[in-house]
């Protein structure tokens, strides 16, 4: 059924009067999309929102700070803080949820290249989803391309990692969104992706073991089929790593 243009003005009049985060919301659930922790929603955030989330993410982290009864009016530590840490979310450490992908130009294998490539290491930088714990480690991308793959600048693979990783995430799903953006992407005949990690929230709470490190991998296409590429894959992994 066809929404009568007048009523839609309407529905637009009555989400000026809601806050920023509640408009974007309502657009996420009109359009029945999901929007999880590690999801990008920049197709639903209008130009000069992100900003409007900035001050309102303000106002409520100061309002944790006071929950916490701490008095960011008197302590000149804490007096800043909730702008920065909304800042910090919006434009740096969660930015990937709130901005369109990075552009990546591709260029037709010419020269019908059909040998490894290895990416890496690549910094990763996220957050646990679970307590917004950051995640540091190191990303390794393996390309078996074909003569119908596209090339990608080399910047572009780590300008696309961050991009992903830029969100609350859980590693195990990070790889996955990782390796579905690079198959799209470049189409090779195989593709592996290494990610190894540290975990802050082993580090710093819970059990607090600062020597666990969390490795996993996702194998697709010939290096899935090939044992022998595989193996070579991991084997020069090693060896950059000794």
Known sequence: MTTHPTALLRKIEEDRDLPVSERIRSRLKRANQRHYANDNISAYVMDG???????????????????????????????????????????????GRYHAMPSVTEFPNVEQLNELLIIGPITARSACSHHLCPILGKVWIGIMPNEHSNLIGLSKYA?????????PQIQEEAVMQLANILQDKVKPDGLAIVIEADHFCMHWRG???????????VMRGSFLKDPDLRREFLSLLSKKNG
């Not at 900003?51 to 302590?75: G, H």
């Not at 300008?159 to 969100?167: F, G, L």
């Not at 020597?211 to 996993?216: C, L, V």
């Open 49 to 95: 929102e992100v900003d409007e989330l900035r001050v309102e993410v303000e106002a409520k982290m100061a309002e944790v700070l006071r929950s916490l009864v701490i008095d960011t009016e008197s302590d000149h530590n804490t007096q800043g803080t909730a702008r920065r840490v909304a800042k910090m979310f919006l434009t740096e450490v969660f930015k």
């Open 159 to 167: 300008r696309i990692c961050d991009w992903v990783m830029s969100r």
């Open 207 to 217: 059990v607090k073991d600062a020597d666990s490190r969390m490795t996993n991998s």
